[in-house]
């Protein structure tokens, strides 16, 4: 059983399209995450839900919007993809969000590629 | 503000040989600290954390990192490495609901 699961694991499109990522989680968390990871694997915080409640948005550009349909359940469409956009996105998990020690679980990672 | 930083972004050993991941810290109340590993084309995995209940802590795969406050660090290290080690390692720091990860450091081993 995948713990994070996301979809799709490649990505790869043309700039100026709108593209989608989902991630689902089964371990019962209150709290879910997105990541970006360039290409010199520095990894950032861009969005996290509690409770499909938006806590943290970290300077990102409109064109990202997340969606929480339900706390398993988290969301990131982007529009319009410039080639800055090329990354790993990383969704992620922890059981409250308000623990400091909480340990986050991650899914495999979603590779996009804008060309 | 909280922050972490990975001294080396690259760190080669030689199977069998001590490994050593440097992280310092910088943190206004008193932190929760991480390492996660990396492998090729993963996800992150939780090595090992310090939650203030002991300054040496253990983690999976025969790692262990203390917590020196005085120095506020939080090294990595494995008595022996193997060539399975070899992967991207991050150490981060939490507060609330955010966590800040290094910029990592990627360990080779040599056979």
């Known amino acids: 059983d995948t713990a994070v699961s996301q979809t799709p694991k490649y990505l790869v499109t043309q700039m100026g399209n709108d593209k989608s990522i989902k991630c689902e989680q089964n371990?019962?968390?209150?709290?879910m995450y997105w990541y970006k990871q360039d290409s010199k694997k520095f990894l950032k915080i861009m969005f996290s839900y509690n409770n499909k409640e938006l806590i943290i948005n970290e300077t990102v550009p409109n064109r990202f919007s997340p969606k929480s349909p339900d706390k398993a359940h988290l969301n990131l469409h982007i529009n319009s993809l410039e080639l800055g956009d090329s990354a790993v996105y990383f969704c992620a998990s922890s059981l409250t969000g308000t623990g400091g020690e909480e340990t986050q679980y991650f899914g495999p990672g979603t590779r996009l590629l804008v060309l | 503000a909280q922050s972490v930083t990975q001294l080396g972004s690259h760190v080669s050993v030689s199977e069998g040989a001590l490994v050593l991941l440097r992280c310092n810290y910088s943190?206004?109340?008193?932190?929760?600290l991480f390492w996660y590993v990396q492998y090729p084309n993963q996800g992150l995995q939780l090595l090992l954390k310090y939650t203030s209940a002991a300054t040496l802590v253990k983690g999976i795969n025969g790692f262990e990192a203390e917590f020196k406050k005085s120095e506020t660090s939080f090294h990595l290290t494995k008595p022996s490495a193997h060539m399975s080690d070899a992967a991207e390692y991050f150490c981060?720091?939490?507060?609330?609901?955010?966590?800040?990860f290094g910029a990592g450091t990627r360990l080779f081993v040599k056979a």
């Open positions: 981060a720091v939490t507060g609330g609901f955010k966590t800040i």
């Open positions: 371990l019962g968390h209150d709290t």
């Open positions: 943190s206004s109340v008193p932190p929760y």
